[in-house]
């Protein structure tokens, strides 16, 4: 029996089994909190945290919660349960708290808060938001809870060069806008940065197409929601480029790690177009949330930005059943202390099976979208020969009227935009792109323009005639490396970049001497530029 004839036999039996319940993640917060009394400052945090967890419990915690003590609260699954533990050098507070969804039967959204102090240092604040729930299709759109907006108000929160605000920034003044492009490409920077620009025929100079207040509120601690006026958005543009700005009402995230090298296909663009209607805003809304949702879980890691509840409550349990010990407690308070434990070490085992399953769930959706943009990189190649061919047949060319880049800052992106679905940049020729000593910027195009068009064409057997020792222009051909050749990976697969294009004679002075290694790629029907502008040096030269 096939496996899908065996998972058709099964069916009617499975759907008499109650669906599985499964744990995801959501989101992730991680901060310094600021103020000079460090105990003050995390005593304040913990009190505004179970003010918000009292709140959503339907009754009133225990005294023990509010003196920062362990404690156990049930009530119809409003559950909430503390723990605290430390010794001289630090002091750990946690909390987590179930709350059943008021409007979905069977979810249940799981918070976990953790206030930690250690000697000499910066209270650190942590928070997961987790839900339970049996449905295949789980939409949610996320949003910071309610107590880290408490926490900010009532203390303050730093995370990096980033101060964790509810209201949106705006940008005033040129000082601003230089503050902002800094912070933009500062590679301290945890928190993506949201751009919201405001058209230039806005009645409200201030007012972005998107209501920046409830975004920045919804992403708090997430994300940074930045309002940048139409006359400041040229900084911008001047300091990064067309490719990587934002500007005339469109919105763009700039994730951390953005520099002036980046790949602009990287940080998402949503243009001023796609927002003209209340669908788009509300779609574009959704999308900046949930991204900043999912680059937290990425990007604050389990274990050292961010502390399971788990760990914590196994650990206080440890320490304790270790003073019993010392102690000499009676058997009986030991096996009461070692059973919890061991209850404790269930729970935890079976969170991390959660956590397993969520990543192993994440993978699988990784792959299928990574086939899917495979599939559409391969139908976008395709389209582009088609355009091109119907172009030539008209007699035109759509190298014809091509503007070369002015300078390296910009080769990277000119290639991306102009040689899309025909040439492509590796990493390494990327990085050695960004300022190399070579200095003819133009003819290091030119010769791309020529991979890009007369290169391919031959491999593609849509032109005649060899490609080695081809003349590109005076000084410039096209050989085998021979010796020259190496190996090298490109999405996976094992290449050899066997051929390149030369200037420069027996040069080799690094501002006159041009090397540009590719390789044909079948598949995708491009030509990958290995490495450039630098001669490559090898044994064999």
Known sequence: MNRTAFSDALAPIAARFPKVVREHEILRVAAAISGADFEQSAK?????????????????????????????????????????????????????????????????WTTEVVVGVLAGQQPRFSARLLVSSSEDDLKIEPHSPGFVQQVAESCGLQLGPQSIES???????????????????????????FVLTVPEAADDLNSPLLDANVLSRAMLGLGQVVILPAIHTWKLTDRFGRYKSVFGGAVRAYLPGFSADSDPFGHRLVLANQLSNSDGIAQCMRWMRSLAASESIRRFRLGEDVLAFADIRNASLQTGQQRLKAAGAGDAEQLAAAMARIDALEAQA???DATNQWISDEHALAEQRAEAAEAQHRAAAFRIQQLVEQMRTTGGSPDAVLELPNSWADFANWCDVHLAGRLVLSPAARRSVRAPEFEDVALAARCLIWLASECRDRRM???QGSLAEEPIEEGV??????????????????????WHVKSGGNTRDPKRCLRIYYFWEPSTQQIVVAEMPAHRRTAAS
């Open 477 to 498: 051909r096209n050989s085998h490396c021979g010796g020259d050749q190496f190996d090298l990976d490109w999405q996976g697969q094992r290449y050899t970049a066997d």
């Open 350 to 352: 079976k969170e991390k």
């Open 44 to 108: 304040t945090a913990r009190h505004e945290v179970l003010r918000w967890a009292e709140r959503r419990s339907g009754g009133q915690l225990p005294g023990e919660a509010w003196k920062s003590q362990n404690f156990d609260y049930f009530s119809g699954g409003r559950n909430s349960v503390g723990v605290r533990f430390g010794n001289d050098a630090s002091d750990i507070w946690a909390i987590r708290a179930d709350d059943p969804d008021k409007n979905v039967a069977g979810r249940v």
């Open 167 to 193: 209201a949106p920034w705006l940008i005033d003044s040129d000082e601003e806008t230089d503050l902002l492009t800094d912070l933009m490409v500062d590679p301290a920077r945890r928190l993506p940065l």
């Open 461 to 463: 057997g849509e032109a």
